[in-house]
């Protein structure tokens, strides 16, 4: 998706909304995040890296939801960093 297309215009106001995204690595390593825009995300990540991704490159993106707020998209951060949420992950998302 486009950078642009992350950012509506309503009423005037410019509403950047939230993507919660999920990577894995090569050895079925599972990170967690959120950002406004996720292909500089994943490109910060494989390339530069932060901490705990840093030592588990190369990632792919396996998920992505959008989040009008970032109360909404750090609800779902949390719930998916869960017993319940990683069982979630492990059962929707595909292997590979």
Known sequence: MAESAAADLHRGVLIM???????????????????????????????????????????????????????DAMARERYLKTGVGRDWIKNNMTRG
């Open 17 to 71: 909304n939230i993507f919660v995204y999920i990577l894995k690595n090569n050895d079925g390593k599972i990170y967690i995040g959120q950002t406004h825009n996720i292909e500089k995300r994943l490109l910060d990540h494989n390339d530069i890296g932060f901490g705990y991704t840093s030592k588990f490159r190369p990632w792919k993106l396996i998920h992505s939801e959008e989040h009008l707020t970032r109360k």
